[in-house]
Nanobody, 124 residues
Framework: QVQLVESGGSLVQPGGSLRLSCAASAASGTIFSINDMAWYRQVPGKQRELVAHILNGGTTNYADSVKGRFTGSRDNAKNTAYLQMSSLKPRETAVYYC???????????????WGQGTQVAVSS
């Protein structure tokens, strides 16, 4: 069992910055590797939206709406992904979710996992 735990969400003023983290963990003794990681966001009543897709090598593809303001990255040694967000806008208030495809030694197949989400509120 692999868990993705997001952190860093909070209330921030418009124009402010936040750094989200997504830490992947597993039971003791479980060896796993993460393939793709991604950040999504969702507001009530709307579809979950892809924000940043971070490939294993670190290359990141961004939604057009966040290009130039958000930076996705990952530290494979720490099994952690990050989303640095700047110049935040009120309409970007949402629950931000971490997503990852994970392979364990016990199961050579990659399996998708979602984090529980972290709330980001952009408001003055």
């Amino acid at each position: 069992q692999v868990q993705l735990v997001e952190s860093g969400g909070s209330l921030v003023q418009p124009g402010g910055s936040l750094r989200l983290s997504c830490a992947a963990s597993a039971a003791s003794g479980t060896i796993f590797s993460i393939n793709d990681m991604a950040w999504y966001r969702q507001v009530p009543g709307k579809q979950r939206e892809l924000v940043a897709h971070i490939l294993n090598g670190g290359t990141t593809n961004y939604a057009d709406s966040v290009k130039g303001r958000f930076t996705g990255s990952r530290d494979n040694a720490k099994n952690t992904a990050y989303l640095q967000m700047s110049s935040l806008k009120p309409r970007e208030t949402a629950v931000y979710y971490c997503y990852a495809t994970v392979r364990t030694l016990a199961n050579r197949k990659s399996v998708p996992f979602w984090g529980q989400g972290t709330q980001v509120a952009v408001s003055s």
